[in-house]
């Protein structure tokens, strides 16, 4: 992927390696693999260095001011769509937008929808607006912690991928390059999850969804929070490896 990308190709396009596999490779080209790669093996993600990642039929720009998306997290934007209407107006908060994978993947497959995507770090929310306006679709980006942005508004569903991971976990090193602030949560990596759960239902519509990503030992714990709370419908979706990735519920 990394040989594409210098050469100025896909990255997927790996048949077109197979049909040039005899062709020299450029000096400028060389120099700047064995840079990529070297980047690559102390650990920095692909989509960092390509500069992209491809998202639920998006193309994201991306660099080290935003999480790299993961696939997993494409479990999340299938539930909420599941649960929009295609064909009315409606309101949807995407909680930690980060690059602006969720908000967009939402925006682009219901168009009807007024999809707001607040973020506490501005660097992450300049990223996600670039995002935007380069794939032409529209959200209302706003700088806040959490629920701050939106004091007194509700939605239809709000939807997040909070840091999960405890402060103690032993993969950590291996996320060195992404931003700590939004992996990071706690002790047993809830404390964000946990201020999100407590605060939704002030600003969900009666009927409204809160669907959260979560970590893959962790979805007991939080249909506990959501159930704790007061939602109904307490339930979890498996990513496609099988694993208990997201949970939600609605609002009584």
Same mark, same amino acid.
């Given at each position: 992927?990394?040989?594409?990308?210098?050469?100025?190709?896909?990255?997927?396009? /790996?048949?077109?390696?197979?049909?040039?596999?005899?062709?020299?490779?450029?000096?400028?080209?060389?120099?700047?693999?064995?840079?990529?790669?070297?980047?690559?093996?102390?650990?920095?993600?692909?989509?960092?260095?390509?500069?992209?990642?491809?998202?639920?039929?998006?193309?994201? /720009?991306?660099?080290?001011?935003?999480?790299?998306?993961?696939?997993?997290?494409?479990?999340?934007?299938?539930?909420?769509?599941?649960?929009?209407?295609?064909?009315?107006?409606?309101?949807?908060?995407?909680?930690?937008?980060?690059?602006?994978?969720?908000?967009?993947?939402?925006? /682009?497959?219901?168009?009807?929808? /007024?999809?707001?995507?607040?973020?506490?770090?501005?660097?992450?929310?300049?990223?996600?607006?670039?995002?935007?306006?380069?794939?032409?679709?529209?959200?209302? &980006?706003?700088? =806040?912690?959490?629920?701050?942005?939106?004091?007194?508004?509700? &939605?239809?569903?709000?939807?997040?991928?909070?840091?999960?991971?405890?402060?103690?976990?032993?993969?950590?090193?291996?996320?060195?390059?992404?931003?700590?602030?939004?992996?990071?949560?706690?002790?047993?990596?809830?404390?964000?999850?946990?201020?999100?759960?407590?605060?939704?239902?002030?600003?969900?519509?009666?009927?409204?969804?809160?669907?959260?990503?979560?970590?893959?030992?962790?979805?007991?714990?939080?249909?506990?929070?959501?159930?704790?709370?007061?939602?109904?419908?307490?339930?979890?979706?498996?990513?496609?490896? =099988?694993?208990?990735?997201?949970?939600?519920?609605?609002?009584?």
């Amino acid at each position: 992927m990394l040989l594409l990308h210098v050469l100025g190709q896909p990255t997927h396009a /790996r048949a077109w390696l197979l049909a040039h596999d005899t062709a020299p490779l450029p000096a400028a080209a060389a120099t700047r693999l064995q840079a990529l790669v070297t980047r690559r093996l102390a650990g920095e993600p692909l989509a960092y260095l390509t500069g992209e990642k491809a998202f639920h039929g998006l193309t994201l /720009r991306v660099d080290a001011r935003v999480l790299d998306p993961r696939d997993d997290t494409e479990t999340l934007v299938d539930w909420a769509l599941a649960l929009l209407p295609a064909d009315a107006p409606c309101r949807v908060l995407d909680l930690g937008t980060g690059s602006g994978a969720i908000a967009l993947a939402v925006a /682009r497959q219901r168009p009807l929808a /007024r999809v707001m995507a607040v973020d506490a770090s501005e660097d992450a929310l300049t990223v996600a607006m670039d995002n935007a306006r380069r794939l032409g679709l529209h959200a209302d &980006f706003r700088l =806040g912690d959490w629920f701050a942005p939106v004091a007194g508004e509700r &939605f239809d569903l709000i939807v997040s991928n909070p840091p999960y991971i405890a402060d103690t976990d032993p993969h950590l090193p291996a996320l060195a390059h992404e931003p700590h602030q939004a992996l990071v949560s706690g002790a047993d990596g809830l404390d964000d999850i946990r201020r999100i759960v407590a605060q939704a239902p002030a600003h969900l519509a009666p009927g409204g969804w809160l669907l959260l990503e979560h970590g893959w030992d962790q979805a007991d714990a939080v249909r506990g929070l959501l159930g704790a709370t007061g939602f109904a419908q307490v339930q979890s979706r498996r990513d496609l490896a =099988g694993i208990e990735r997201c949970s939600g519920a609605m609002t009584k």
